[in-house]
């Protein structure tokens, strides 16, 4: 679109404005939608990518819902007009009290729960009362994974595909598992702990591909994504995120479309001496897979150590974007989101693949990132090229990206300095938003971010490096951002760039979003509510206390009765709840990397659990 036409229609949307009395909620005017099959004005919103969307069958079968990243259900049958009705259906207790992020999926009648450590499996019967046991998977991982896992022993989901089960260990291996008998198929180790590697995200699977990749950027790790066949655990290829071009798969197919990544070995030109070795960029992230183009996207994450000084250079490929040929790994190209990253902004979030409306009614192939650093990145996903950047979150650590560079524009005077403490940097370490994934809705064009408000004082010192142990170099202390409230759920217009509502949460958030069909839009809280808002206009219409805080990933399936069920994870932890899961004490402002000072708080407000609540109208 061009950007006169984006102007006018932004100016039109500004003239109409919805009134809301006494509340923390800011509502703008989102045009009519209509009756095509995304409503009308189809034409000027971004769509799905659909090979990469098929329609909703009812199942739950990847952390994404889709292979384009959507986090959408396409069932209806709960609206705002009768949310409030919601209740517990069921409920189910993993008996572990770790921070739990992965969402349950569901096949065929059978939910299958992904708990965090010790990462055992289990599979529901949903066609019983009470949707009890069939089988339980107990891998046992080496129980030294713990204590070197960074931000929490956190699993963040599973992946089914043709009778099986990925799933990643938190001890570096890969499994896949028989979903009718829960018996290991092969098992395999990629990462290594004694270095301080541990897995936790989810694998995705394409083309007979597993692909995994690893954690443990703060312990010096070198980043890597790797493939392995599903059906026989071999590995394909493996793609590192720092060193020399034939370590990170970069030859003929490579394109990248800015100057500043392209050259020969910039994963080693781009560090000081043997630096790269020790560099970060893991791959810990959110990954999302074209079928037509045959590429998977994904994001590396921050570089080693968090002090800058000891790392002059671009430091690449981390803090950016990768888009690889699924069967061989060669990249295509690659995009610096966070050059010299200086504040632990990785870019490991979600990558959602669209359709966009482009000039003369054509499409393009776009990719929608609302990234750490705190810009929504619209980019074309055939070459990487940003299409708009703009803040979606309050930010003074940068002043913007230039589109026609693509450098994202440093803001000099908050870089920190050895020997000096840099305050009020905003946003903080875990970015303005961290790994908790948005949802985007086909039905209204926004995507739903659940995002942080999180600033703070940073001073830089030196890291020593041994393996396996913290390699950091940083003292921090977070806080809340402008205004005191520490969490912000947003509503963006991708198409005419810019916010349409905003809630104000007064705790970080740290759970995923979840868009369906019937206009709905849940997410959680780390206090312990779930909660069911208008997608349009951004009205609270439901809540639920669960036993726990959330920061896990909700869903929504269709049951054997034919009804629509929500299910969510309800265990606080990871890098936000560690205050409670770790039992930290919260009169050290450094604890957890600094995230204790900001959640001072968040131990009076919620208990550790593991539960899964799952809720339908009443019969």
Known sequence: MRRSTIAICAALAMLIVIALVGSTLIRKHQPDLGTSQYGTGAAEKAIPAPSASPPDDGNWTMPGKDYASTRFSGLSQVTPQNVSKLQVAFTFSTGTTEGFEAPPLVVNNTMYVIAPWPNNVFALDLTRPGAPAKWTYEPRPAAAAKGVACCGPVNRGAFYLDGRLYMNLLDGSTVAIDADSGKEIWRTKLGDIQKGETITMAPLVAEGKVLVGNSGGEMGVRG???????????????????????????????????????GTDLGVKSWGPEQWKIGGGTVWGWLSYDPVLKLVYYGTSNPGPWNAEQRPGDNKWTAGVFARDVSTGQARWYYHSTPHDLFDHDDINETILVDWPGPNGQRIPAMLRPSRNGYFYVQDRRNGRILSADAYSFINAYKGVDL????????????????????????????????????????????????????????????????????????????????????????????????????KEDLPL???????????????????????IDARSGKLLWQFKTGSGIIGQPISYRGPDGRQYIAVPSGIGGWAGAIVSADLDERDPTAALGFVNAVKDLKKRTTRGGTVYVFALPQ
């Open 224 to 262: 890597w994504l790797a493939a392995l066949d599903a059906g026989s655990d071999k590995l394909a290829w493996k793609a590192y995120s720092t060193g020399p071009d034939k370590d990170a798969l970069i030859g003929p197919e490579y394109r990248p479309p800015y100057p500043q990544d392209q």
């Open 510 to 532: 740290w759970s995923p979003a979840l868009a369906t069909a019937g206009g709905l839009v849940f997410y959680g809280t780390m206090d312990g509510w779930f909660k069911a």
């Open 404 to 503: 026609k560079t693509g450098r994202l524009i440093p803001a000099p005077e908050k870089e920190p300095k050895e020997g000096r403490v840099v305050r009020n940097i905003c946003p903080g370490p875990p970015g303005a938003k961290d790994w908790n994934p948005s949802a985007f809705s086909p039905v209204t064009g926004l995507i739903y971010i659940p995002h942080l408000n999180i600033c703070m004082d940073m001073g830089a010192k030196n890291a020593n490096y041994i393996p396996g142990t913290p390699f950091v170099g940083a003292d921090v202390k977070m806080y809340a951002g402008p205004g005191g409230n520490r969490g912000v759920f947003t509503a963006w217009d991708p198409v005419a760039r810019r916010k349409v509502f905003e809630i």
